[in-house]
């Protein structure tokens, strides 16, 4: 009888993964190749996204087709793993469906197309996966595909929000500039000179295009973009729940949050008294923020923190390092710059050739004011480029995708993630390594007066993180408006006003941005969830190989794995 069992169960994890590679092949590479090259699947590298009517109409389809497919595998009958796998490729399934046939941003973000076409070029550009020429045909084939983008654009686009419509004209001078200047200076190498008087064409007749589409945005699309960003309760509780498998009611969510943010809101009001018990929060955020690095010198201070770090998670026993390697610094690319100041981008878990991590840093842009500066570069003080570096680097991102190859995971595990998980995980981190003991003279900062202001960069981090979790849900509910956000990033997350700005309008687009703080809680919980179950067993190292072994799956099914319970995560 056990024998029969654990045949069917063979058989049915068998047809799981065979159904779910068919799944990835046909209604997630099949719809977005660009995605099929940044995992390292190269056979995509000529393909570009259709973004017509038609093939939304068909992806919708082809989803619920698969979605019938999933429901209908015997979970019963897999492993307990397997079955963890399932659920995350259904929820994978009913966010997609919930974003096309709900949220519609190809219906309402003018910025999907721009930004989607220039990210379509860049992945083929950052690594050298095959030689210049190669890579450059693949381009080639890509950007005769191009204008059709804006065709579509131009039938798909109905009423968009005003906020989407001036996001997307912020970014198309850099996104021309990209295609003008980067893309050709990226294929110099290449030295077929068919191939180059060929990519020449193509090229002008994308930057032609894009020209084309900023005017048709600007005189056309953002008098009549009347439109409202804002998903309402359902939809993001529904999204909530089908990307991070977090089903906890709003109210509550927000209960959470304030109570985060008043905790962090203390302790650095005691920190503050530390550092100069005369000024208030406030104050010392200002005098926090005038103090960083020269533009000029901002990537090497960052690469600067690499060496501490590692060697304090190593002599501290912090996370196991898979790789001696390190990521590459380098500026962010300018599709990202209007949302992001600093990012990691890592190769694609099937990428072979390339496999260089870059850590991205937005530097002020040229022609900005001196005000504009100070304000942009008051994020990167003494305090936040530790926070960062630990967030994007050692032990935060960079390490979590050093185990995507170390540890044996699945397909689906590889593919498929949470942020509440990844970036919850990086956020965690932060608080982590400063309460482990990093960032005290001697290890990070030079005296007692920087190890403050180095916990005070994290608490002012957090606070951003907590202002996200607050305004994603306030915003989206209708509960405050735009200004009002911002106001709140400036008061309660002690964020500049050009912070603020830039966090609010990603607030717009990316509503459950909340994912970071709530991560960090439900990972917190989990490990002390854990300490209390294995007592004087209980090993920080082990917990984070372990969470390291489940991919970027939410913490419910971490949690299960580790803890073998369905306990609440938070």
């Not at 529904?238 to 905790?263: C, G, N, Q, R």
Request: charged letters at 25%; proline letters at 5%.
């Amino acid at each position: 009888m056990a024998a029969t069992v654990a045949a069917q169960t063979l058989d049915v994890n068998a047809k799981f993964r065979d159904l779910a590679d068919q799944y990835f092949e046909r209604a997630t590479f099949a719809y977005n190749p660009t995605f099929g090259t940044m995992a390292g699947l190269h056979q995509y590298d000529s393909k570009l996204e259709n973004y017509s009517h038609a093939t939304v109409d068909a992806q919708i389809a082809t989803l619920e087709d698969f979605e019938k497919k999933f429901d209908d595998l015997p979970a019963f009958q897999m492993d307990t793993s397997t079955q963890a796998d399932r659920e995350l490729v259904l929820d994978d399934i009913r966010s997609k469906l919930l974003t096309l046939q709900t949220i519609k941003p190809w219906e309402k973000n003018p910025d999907n197309y721009s930004s989607g076409i220039t990210n379509s070029a860049f992945v083929l550009m950052e690594r050298n996966f095959a030689p210049s020429d190669e890579r450059l045909r693949s381009l080639i084939a890509r950007e005769k595909q191009m204008p059709a983008v804006f065709a579509a654009a131009r039938q798909n686009l109905k009423n968009p929000p005003h906020i989407y419509t001036e996001i997307a004209l912020e970014q198309l001078p850099g996104i021309i500039s990209f295609f003008e200047s980067d893309v050709p200076e990226a294929f110099k190498d290449a030295t077929d000179p068919a191939t180059k008087a060929e990519f020449k064409k193509t090229n002008a007749g994308v930057i032609a295009a894009l020209k084309s589409y900023e005017s048709w945005l600007k005189q056309d699309l953002l008098p009549r973009s009347n439109g409202d960003f804002r998903l309402g309760a359902e939809t993001f509780s529904k999204k909530l729940e089908y990307d991070e498998m977090v089903d906890t009611p709003l109210s509550k969510l927000l209960d959470i949050a304030y109570d985060d943010m008043h905790k962090n809101q203390a302790e650095f009001a005691r920190v503050g008294k530390e550092v100069d018990p005369s000024k208030t929060p406030q104050e010392v955020v200002e005098e926090l923020g005038s103090i960083h690095p020269a533009p000029d010198q901002l990537l090497q201070t960052f690469r600067d923190t690499f060496s501490g770090l590692i060697a304090f998670i190593q002599t501290n026993r912090i996370i196991t390092i898979p790789s001696d390697v390190r990521p590459t610094l380098e500026e962010t690319p300018p599709f990202m710059r209007a949302t992001t100041q600093a990012s990691m981008d890592p190769p694609g878990p099937f990428e072979t050739h390339s496999t260089t991590a870059y850590f991205n840093v937005t530097l002020p842009e040229k022609g900005w004011t001196a005000e504009h500066i100070a304000e942009h570069m008051a994020a990167f003080n003494v305090g936040t480029v530790i926070s960062t570096s630990v967030h994007e680097a050692y032990p935060g991102h960079y390490v979590q995708f050093l185990w995507t190859n170390y540890a044996p995971l699945s397909k689906v595990r590889k593919l498929i993630g949470a942020n509440t998980n990844i970036e919850g995980w990086a956020h965690y981190c932060e608080q982590m390594m400063l309460d482990a003991g990093y960032g005290q003279p001697g290890t990070g900062a030079k005296d007692e007066r920087e190890a403050h202001l180095i916990r005070l960069g994290q608490l002012q981090d957090a606070l951003l993180r907590d202002a996200r979790f607050i305004v994603g849900i306030k915003m989206h509910t209708g509960e405050i408006t735009f200004d009002q956000a911002v106001d709140f990033f400036v008061k309660e997350g002690y964020q500049s006003r050009s912070v603020g700005t830039v966090e609010t309008k990603r607030g717009t687009a990316d509503p459950t941005y909340l994912y970071y703080t709530l991560g960090k809680l439900q990972i917190m919980k989990l490990r002390a969830d854990l300490e209390k179950k294995q007592g004087s067993d209980f090993s920080l190292q082990r917990f984070h190989d372990n969470f390291m072994r489940q991919g970027g799956a939410p913490i419910k099914i971490v949690r299960q794995a580790l803890l073998g319970d369905n306990s609440p995560t938070l």
